[in-house]
Structures are given as structure tokens and as C-alpha cells.
């Protein structure tokens, strides 16, 4: 349920076991978006995986009961070279999935080149290009920080871009 005071809000998740990123971004009634919060969700290397993704299950279910965002946006499983990475993303995408099933939202999915296309108007922007603009879209002083974090506001900058683009046409 969306928050009066805007027209829609999104959390955006860069998923990762490690670490996860995340921004939960509004859309107000004149179309700017407003960054709500963003930080990222770090769980211990040491610690066995379930209770690590037990522990990015809760942390995800905590911001969506605390920021009631309309829609959850995840970045899309990219399989690089690294398969035990791809594994490890995958299992932390999973966590995130199933508290958005939870909580009865909807969830999207975003490749890392959309959401660069989305954000930059560029599918090859690299990682500084991307945070210029995002800082820059939400007026903020400096990009957000981490980059997980940063990361995380992109893709729901992403979703709500793709949004405002679709209902265009």
C-alpha cells in the first residue's frame, strides 16, 4: 500500500549472500522520485548458508512491513564465469522472492544492462556513470553509499522509469 504522499513505491534489491543492496524509492504526485532509504543487508561469511539466507529473508520481510512499497524490483541473475557466484546470487534472489510472495507483491526483473539503459540511457555505463545519475535523478548531494546500496536504488529507479515509459505508450 502505497504511502499517500506518493503515487508509487518500489524497493529495489541487488541481490548477493555477502552482501545485498537495497533503495526504496517513492514517486510523488509531480513525478519526482524521492529516495526513502537505501542501505545494504551483509550476513557473515562464516555462518552456514540457510541461516544466512534466513537472516536476507528476514532483513527483506522487515522492509517490506516498515516501507509497504507497491512493487519489488530484483536484478535479473547475470551467469558469468563464476558458477559458484551465479549459485550463491541465485539463492539470495530466492530469499528475496519468497518474502515478496509473502507479502503478496509484485515482483519485476530488471538485467544489469536495463537498468544501466534505464538510469544512464546507456546499457554499457559503468558502475560511477550509473551513481552520477541516480545521485543526480533524486538530487541528492552525493550517490548513495555503498555500492550494493547505490546498486539497489538504480534498479528501482529502473522499475519506475520503465513504468512511467510504458504508460506513454
Known sequence: MTDSAFVRVVLGIDPG???????IVGENAH??????ACGVF????GEPMHLRLLELFQDTQALLEEFSPDEVAVEKLFFGRNVTTAISVGQARGAV???AALAGLPVVEYTPAEVKQAVTGYGN???????QMVQQLLGLVAPPT?????????????HLQTVRYTQLI
Open 17 to 23: 549472500t555477502a552482501i545485498t543492496g537495497y533503495g
Open 31 to 36: 513525478g519526482d522520485f524521492v529516495l526513502l
Open 42 to 45: 551483509r550476513t557473515p561469511a
Open 97 to 99: 522472492l519468497v518474502a
Open 125 to 131: 555505463a559503468d558502475k560511477s556513470q550509473v551513481q
Open 146 to 158: 555503498p555500492d550494493d546500496a547505490a546498486d539497489g536504488v538504480a534498479i528501482a529507479i529502473c
